[in-house]
């Protein structure tokens, strides 16, 4: 008799490392951001009203620390708000 067991990768299935738990809701955060212009603009203006909001109906269950450094953070561009965002988060 054969035991069926799963097994658990960290990568995609298209080969991409996928991202650590931990981080998924910032990465489904700038995912919102770039695939809708909306949600990218008030994330840009006013970061509270696009966490208190969230994208589609779903909040982004960031843990206090992040929703910290994401409410603080002003930039232009998504380019330089995520740069900003990511060199808070390493010095955490």
């Known amino acids: 008799m054969s035991m069926l067991t799963l097994d658990i990768y960290?990568?995609?299935?298209?080969?991409?490392?996928k991202a650590p738990p931990a981080r998924s809701a910032i990465h489904r955060l700038f995912a919102a951001a770039v695939v809708s212009d909306q949600f990218r603009k008030t994330l840009l203006r006013a970061p509270e009203e696009a966490l208190a909001n969230g994208y589609l109906g779903q909040t982004f269950p960031l843990t206090d620390q992040e929703k910290k450094i994401i409410k603080t953070i002003r930039a232009e561009t998504l380019t330089d708000f995520a740069?900003?965002?990511?060199?808070?988060?390493?010095?955490?």
Do not use: E
């Open 10 to 17: 960290s990568t995609s299935a298209r080969g991409f490392p």
């Open 83 to 92: 740069q900003k965002v990511n060199q808070a988060l390493k010095a955490v």
